[in-house]
């Protein structure tokens, strides 16, 4: 009762689900068609491309800090949700790109090429075909993106202000210089798992149909 007897409690939470949710869907959409870009078409710089998505991961996230509170902070955009979305974004949708990717390359060509032949457009194609063939790799991508961003502490700790605090940051304010509030921080600890939890059970069922279960159903 002492962790959720202040207002903040729920707020904090409140936010930290917003920005999950943002995240988890605006990388997972843009990671899916930049994904499936790089695994159908070929094009200029794509293997360059290809090479900035393995390496983004080859450095520290803080050294995105600097410049990405700079950037925010010109548009006066830090202490609001969308700052540490964009910044949750930024290093959740290299990872997404690079899942969805492997997921597309998993769909075979011949069913998109059997579409093409029987009229449908590209765009219509990637819709009606290759997406719905896609659901494992969109549950798994979006389960990835949104624990990344729920439990993420750095990017929200420096672009969190006041009423936009998010979990992560505000269980630290039961930590002092004199004292440490260990039950506060074991309940909080253990309600931040429920909401990832939750999700899993949610996207329980696209983990567990195969890739192309859909292609033979069609």
């Known amino acids: 009762m002492e962790a959720l007897g202040g207002s903040n409690v729920v707020r904090w939470f409140v936010n930290s689900l917003i920005v999950a949710l943002a995240t988890a869907l605006i990388s997972c959409t843009v990671g899916t068609l930049a994904g499936y870009a790089l695994a159908r078409f070929v094009f200029p710089g794509r ?13 520290p996230a803080i050294l995105l800090l600097m410049p990405l509170y700079l950037m925010l902070s010109n548009y006066r955009l830090v202490g609001t949700l969308p700052a540490i979305v964009l910044a949750h974004v930024a ?22 090429e059997a579409a093409l032949v029987d009229g449908c457009g590209p765009f219509r194609t990637f819709l009606r ?47 002092s210089s004199f004292d440490v509030r260990w039950g506060a921080i074991m309940a909080l600890g ?20 195969g890739i192309t279960a859909g292609g033979v159903k069609g």
């Open 47 to 59: 293997r360059f491309f290809m090479l900035l998505l393995v390496s983004a991961y080859l450095f």
């Open 91 to 112: 290093i959740t949708l290299p990872l997404a790109t690079y899942l969805m990717k492997s997921f597309v390359e998993s769909v075979p060509r011949e069913l998109e």
């Open 190 to 209: 253990t309600l931040v798992t429920i909401p990832v939890l939750v999700l899993f059970v949610a996207l329980q069922k696209n983990f567990e149909k």
């Open 129 to 175: 075909v290759t997406l719905p063939l896609l659901r494992t790799g969109l549950a798994t991508t979006l389960l990835f993106s949104f624990i990344l961003s729920w439990d993420e502490y750095l990017f929200a700790s420096a672009l969190s202000q006041g009423s936009t605090t998010t979990a992560p940051v505000g269980i630290q304010t039961f930590i």
